[in-house]
């Protein structure tokens, strides 16, 4: 007679992946970003361990928008499981006003890629002053 219940060992770590992945609410994206702003750069630094930089990583930017690439091929395991994530993966995000692209430069050490893009001024907030009054 075979169990239903699946062993706790294989359970627990897909609820944890399930609860990790924000679907059905956006799409899920194994490369974790953090990004920040600084007195004269912005910085943005991606988790990309088990990748050769100079092989399966590429940054770009063009019209404001900095893309980060990265391509894992899958291996073939004859016998065993694998939760890692194969294939294509790219990440976007806005680069502030004042971004000078032809400057950027990136590192990669230890699983993560640092970015960072040279800016003329600080991204600032800006209070917008609300009219009232007709449209």
């Not at 956006?26 to 088990?50: C, F, Q, W």
């Not at 990440?91 to 950027?104: C, D, F, M």
Request: hydrophobic residues 35%.
């Amino acid at each position: 007679m075979t169990s239903l219940v699946p062993s706790p060992r294989l359970a627990l770590p897909s609820i944890a992946a399930w609860l990790e992945n924000p679907w059905p609410f956006t799409e899920h994206n194994p490369m974790r970003i953090e990004e920040s702003a600084e007195e004269d750069k912005y910085v943005v630094r991606a988790e990309l361990p088990g990748f050769d930089p100079e092989k399966n990583i590429s940054v770009t930017a063009h019209n404001g928008v900095l893309t980060i690439h990265a391509e894992r091929e899958a291996k073939a395991v004859e016998d065993g499981r694998s939760e890692f994530y194969y294939g294509q993966f790219s990440r976007t995000v806005s680069l502030p006003a004042g971004a000078e692209t032809s400057k950027i430069t990136a590192k990669y050490a230890d699983g993560i890629l640092e970015v960072c893009v040279p800016h003329k001024d600080k991204p600032r907030d800006k209070q917008v002053k609300i009219q009232v009054g007709k449209v």
